[in-house]
């Protein structure tokens, strides 16, 4: 697999799934969650509307798909994060399993390029450095024989900054 590091909007990637850290009412938010909202339409919010009536709220960890409505992406892979609270060893395996279901999902959907944001480390503040570690680590933990291409998508400077260092390691 390769390892891609972009800054930029996740809603412009040209990926087949891009992936979306979601709350878990998957009824859209702030954040990235909003910005997918906005930038998918309806489509993606009926969607998640159907998902919610079958299963109910999206537990912490896990991950479920809907269209990519009017994004570049063919698939949305909406995962909810851990809300930082200082119980390190629970707040990072919950964060793993985000991107591990998202992984596993996006495999089950013959994905070949999936784009990540930065999970939880918005308003759910998630220390950045332990958050990229994380990521990376899992990632690069996978094996897959599907999937070809990771991006990592970075909003800001900071997060951008680390995962540089985290990529050159």
């Not at 809907?66 to 949305?76: A, E």
């Not at 759910?124 to 332990?130: D, M, N, Q, V």
Request: charge should be neutral; charged fraction near 30%; hydrophobic fraction near 35%.
């Amino acid at each position: 697999m390769k390892l891609e590091l972009i800054k930029g909007d996740i809603t412009k990637i040209k990926a087949d799934a891009i992936v979306n850290a979601a709350n878990s009412s998957l009824l859209g938010g702030g954040g990235v969650d909003g910005a997918i909202h906005r930038a998918g339409g309806k489509q993606i919010l009926e969607e998640c509307k159907e998902i919610r009536n079958r299963q109910g709220k999206c537990k912490t960890g896990e991950a479920v798909v809907t269209s990519g409505g009017n994004l570049p992406s063919k698939y949305v892979i909406h995962t909810v994060g851990p809300i930082w609270n200082d119980n390190e060893e629970k707040s990072s395996k919950l964060l793993a399993n985000c991107y591990l279901n998202s992984l596993k999902l996006a495999e089950s959907l013959d994905v070949k390029t999936i784009a990540f944001p930065n999970i939880s480390t918005g308003v759910y503040r998630f220390p950045k450095e332990l958050a990229g570690k994380i990521a990376v680590e899992t990632i690069k933990n996978f094996q897959s024989e599907m999937i070809e291409k990771i991006i990592f998508v970075c909003f800001d400077d900071e997060n951008e900054e680390i995962y540089k260092k985290l990529l050159e390691e």
